[in-house]
């Protein structure tokens, strides 16, 4: 089957670094995203790795390790605004090459003053 | 500005009605997916369709419909058969579906609820 776990809720503070950790176990690997999603609206894109190791982009940073299905996204000097869901997405090969997205439940992080 | 329109932004649905959620996109992709999100939950896949014309059951399809007439529209209709329909309902869109270095962007969503 399909499963990727995200730890439900993190809380961090203002100007602090958080790391936000996804595990998968899915039929075939074809990359993975993170995707940034405040309350009530779209999910906007953040990053995404299909070979191991770090691609950093600003403040936000996402680490793969195929080996371990394993990522983590990486939020440095925290902001107020970073408040919002943070899901985890793999992609799967799908019938006739559609390449489907499995998502995390998704994790929420509360930023504290 | 090109980008992923979804109409209505809330919705209400009588006992036994179907209704129809829009999806229209302006940036010439050719997959669009439909996806439900439920409080606490993941996103799931309902339909995804990769060219006019054609279209694949994800993995919640039953109760739900489409139809992909032209490049730009893919509507999703909750049939009376959905028994919960009630969630908040995203569309999104590619460049390329089997590109598996392009993302996928989304709509603003619609919320369905049950009168």
């Known amino acids: 089957g399909q499963n990727i776990d995200q730890p439900t809720e993190m809380t961090a503070t203002e100007g602090a670094i958080v790391q936000i950790n996804c595990t998968y176990q899915t039929s075939g690997f074809n990359g993975l995203f993170w995707y940034q999603q405040h309350a009530g609206e779209a999910p906007t894109f953040l990053s995404y790795?299909?070979?191991?190791g770090l691609e950093e982009k600003g403040r936000f940073s996402s680490f793969l390790s195929r080996s371990k299905g394993y990522s983590y996204l990486l939020l440095k000097e925290l902001q107020m605004k970073d408040s919002a869901s943070y899901l985890c997405a793999v992609r799967v090969h799908g019938s006739g090459n559609t390449g489907k997205l499995i998502f995390g439940q998704g994790t929420t992080l509360q930023v504290k003053p | 500005d090109g980008g992923i329109t979804q109409s209505p932004k809330y919705l209400f649905r009588k006992e036994g009605q179907n209704v129809t959620l829009s999806c229209e996109q302006n940036?010439?992709?050719?997959?669009m997916y439909w996806y439900r999100q439920d409080p606490g939950q993941g996103l799931r896949l309902i339909y995804y369709?990769?060219?006019?014309?054609?279209?694949q059951k994800g993995d919640i399809a039953e109760g739900y419909s489409v139809s992909r007439e032209k490049k730009e529209s893919f509507p999703l209709t909750v049939t009376s058969a959905q028994k919960n329909p009630t969630a908040f309902y995203l569309c999104?869109?590619?460049?390329?579906?089997?590109?598996?270095?392009?993302?996928?962007?989304f709509g603003d969503g619609t919320r369905l609820s049950i009168l």
């Open positions: 369709s990769q060219i006019v014309n054609d279209f």
């Open positions: 999104a869109s590619s460049i390329w579906a089997g590109n598996s270095n392009q993302p996928q962007h």
């Open positions: 940036l010439n992709h050719d997959a």
């Open positions: 790795n299909v070979l191991d």
